[in-house]
């Protein structure tokens, strides 16, 4: 028999889903940006299995690990639903390979925010576009930045509501639902990456070390944001 689920993170996909359910209500339309990662996992459950309305999109920047494309055909198997896949404009992409190179984002945090603004924010600008509000998947143990967060607020970098689900789950209750519904995964979490983004950008950790540490890890920590996460935020009643 399959692990029983945990009344915590059970009892806190009920809540996200009544969150989701009330800001669906309240908005008409919401789309969900899936990262594909973990907390990912979690939210394409909840969505696709009870929230259906909610459109789902993921951005492909082109650097991604073969892993998680493989994880995408898996959640499109399981819930016989299509991602909306999101790529960077081809002529923008060229313009940064011909001004900084392929790996030129090592170069200086400036170089890596603009390939990070190329290859991903730009087409999640795209990806939101026309929308009320948009749902993602940040936890407050991630960062200082986002433990400051709300479930939701408004976003003023892009004019919409953020909304948070998952704000204060724990890693733990992540993995405790994903086991218990017997969910597919990216497999690099299994290889000690606990965050997972284009391949030149994250590595697996080493023992002690924060779980935000492979990404961007030759960055000073305050620096390891993509831009997507405005680090000011107003709470609102959510």
Request: aromatic letters at 10%; one cysteine or more; hydrophobic letters at 40%.
């Amino acid at each position: 028999m399959g692990e029983l689920p945990s009344p915590a993170p059970e009892s806190k996909a009920d809540a996200a889903r009544r969150l989701l359910d009330t800001e669906l209500r309240r908005h008409g339309r919401l789309v969900y940006s899936n990262s594909l990662g973990a907390e990912a996992v979690v939210l394409t459950d909840i969505i696709w299995s009870h929230l259906p309305g909610i459109d789902v999109f993921t951005i492909d920047t082109g650097r991604l690990y073969e892993e998680t494309y493989q994880l995408m055909e898996q959640l499109q198997r399981r819930y016989q639903r299509r991602l909306r896949v999101v790529y960077p404009d081809a002529q923008a992409l060229e313009r940064l390979a011909a001004a900084q190179g392929v790996n030129g984002f090592y170069a200086s945090v400036e170089a890596r925010l603009l390939c990070c603004r190329v290859r991903k924010v730009e087409p999640f600008r795209r990806g939101i576009a026309g929308y009320p509000a948009w749902v993602t998947g940040v936890r407050r143990e991630q960062s200082a930045d986002r433990a400051a967060g709300a479930s939701v607020v408004w976003d003023a970098a892009y004019d919409l509501y953020k909304i948070s689900p998952l704000l204060d789950w724990s890693e733990t209750e992540v993995w405790q639902y994903i086991r218990a519904h017997r969910l597919p995964y990216n497999l690099l979490h299994d290889r000690q990456f606990p965050s997972i983004g284009c391949s030149p950008c994250t590595r697996a950790i080493q023992p002690g070390e924060s779980r935000r540490a492979g990404r961007w890890w030759w960055e000073r920590p305050e620096s390891r944001e993509c831009g997507l996460h405005p680090r000011a935020r107003v709470a609102v009643n959510a």
